[in-house]
């Protein structure tokens, strides 16, 4: 209950932030340009209170925070006196609206940079960039990485921690490129490996591309196979396994860590399994039929556990902040790569290249945002900065209703010299409709198949 109370909140404060400042972009360049505004609100609904300025503006705050919006003069959404046309919206002139229109997505891109560089600058705590385990038939091991590598850099991109590769592989990966790493073996020399992302399947480009995809996972602690939790309903708590259960053989193959547990179960979708386990110092022997689930395009096993944490040791921790200019560089550079790497997925997606089952809805985002908030303020941080990178780069696409679709009616209106005829304005709000709407449902089915497989 707890974290559904956490994903709710942290959804609905996410969203306000990042749709305030989108719709912020547009009030503050607006009014910059002489447009006259009528509102401005943060929030939806009833005000809760408002303000009007001695210029007119009525700034409002909303009974629903979800966002907000900014209304400005304009002779299509009502009737404008004759000496208040010359700073209506529709009466300027392109190079004004344009202005105006990017300024949303803009501002998105600017939260991004802020919201990246404030977080580099207090400092980012990861593990230290170690293999721990290189996947049997891998292209990582294919390509020499043993376990026990230390990754130094990647194409001469210093490495501090382990996560610093990850958006990096991740766009070279899409590009379909060759990477050099620079790597002390485990025995102390210093070598210079190739890794060819070209031969990662494009169905294993998505968030677990390191480890599942390329085939490296970092150094962590050997984990215990003890039983945390056992979800409601599932397998596990329908066979009697509890809290505390250490599971030490699965149909007689001993489990000497939570990675054989994963395995084994991971292997065996529908078929009955005997699971040897240690309670309060008892054994016995307790049988479960792993629920068949999908990973990417694989179907795996799920009796619905998790592993107690453990400790990870301080020596393997590395924690990494910068000054106030490589900060902002760092930001502004993770940014432009976020912005590169979610247009290239949205490509290969509607080119079928990559599965759209990438694409996450609103209870996918209220998840992640409930879990970053309890995590701590660095991780809200960063997860409001990826979001807002998304809006950014899907309010350009060229959709009608989108201010990407305003963009291009106002390029076919540079080149003709003449409005878009207000028929054609309408059809193509109804494709966008119709377009945003298949999104939508595409996105809260995704939702839906990652909440019951």
Do not use: C
Not at 176 to 186: G, L, N, P
Not at 404 to 432: F, N
């Amino acid at each position: 209950m707890l974290e559904f109370i956490y994903s709710i909140a942290g959804f609905i404060l996410a969203l306000g932030i990042l749709v305030t400042v989108h719709e912020f972009g547009h009030f503050w360049v607006a009014r910059r340009l002489g447009i006259k505004v009528l509102k401005f609100s943060v929030g939806f609904g009833r005000p809760i209170w408002s303000r009007t300025a001695s210029d007119g503006t009525v700034y409002a705050l909303g009974s629903l925070p979800l966002g907000g919006y900014v209304k400005m003069l304009d002779e299509s959404e009502g009737e404008v006196a004759e000496e208040d046309k010359h700073v209506a919206f529709n009466r300027q002139p392109i190079w004004k609206r344009t202005l105006v229109v990017l300024a949303g997505p803009m501002f998105n891109f600017l939260f991004a940079i802020a919201a990246y560089s404030l977080v580099f600058a207090g400092g980012i705590e990861g593990l230290s960039p170690v293999v721990g385990k290189v996947v049997e038939g891998s292209v990582a091991q294919k390509d020499g990485f043993r376990s026990g590598d230390v990754l130094l850099s990647v194409d001469g991109r210093k490495l501090n921690i382990w996560q610093e590769q990850r958006l990096y592989l991740f766009s070279k990966a899409l590009a379909r490129k060759t990477v050099q790493y620079d790597v002390q073996t485990s025995d102390g020399r210093k070598v210079t490996r190739s890794l060819n992302l070209a031969d990662v399947p494009m169905s294993k480009i998505d968030a677990r591309l390191v480890a599942r995809g390329i085939g490296l996972i970092a150094w962590y602690p050997t984990v215990p196979p003890v039983i945390d939790q056992v979800v409601n309903g599932k397998p596990a708590f329908k066979s009697g396994l509890k809290h505390g259960d250490l599971i030490t053989a699965i149909d007689g193959e001993k489990t000497d860590s939570w990675d054989d547990v994963v395995r084994l179960i991971s292997a065996s979708p529908g078929r009955q399994l005997k699971l040897d386990i240690s309670r309060n110092g008892h054994s016995e022997s307790i049988f479960v039929t792993p629920e068949k689930a999908m990973d990417g395009d694989r179907e795996v096993g799920r009796i619905g556990i998790s592993v107690q944490p453990v400790k990870i040791p301080e020596d393997r921790k590395v924690m990494v902040s910068y000054g106030p200019l490589e900060s902002l560089y760092k930001g502004t550079e993770t940014t432009w790569m976020m912005s590169v790497l979610t247009l290239r997925m949205l490509v290969k997606m509607v080119t079928l290249e990559i599965s759209s089952k990438n694409i996450s809805g609103p209870i996918t985002i209220a998840q992640y945002a409930g879990k970053s908030a309890q995590v701590g303020f660095s991780s809200f941080i960063l997860f409001l900065a990826i979001v807002s990178v998304s809006l950014g780069v899907l309010n350009l696409l060229p959709v009608p209703l989108l201010d990407g679709g305003h963009l291009l009616y106002y390029s076919i209106e540079a080149v003709t010299r003449k409005p878009v005829p207000e028929k054609v304005m309408i059809l193509g709000q109804q494709v966008g409709i119709l377009l945003l709407f298949l999104l939508m449902s595409l996105a809260v089915y995704n939702d839906l198949g990652r909440l019951f497989p």
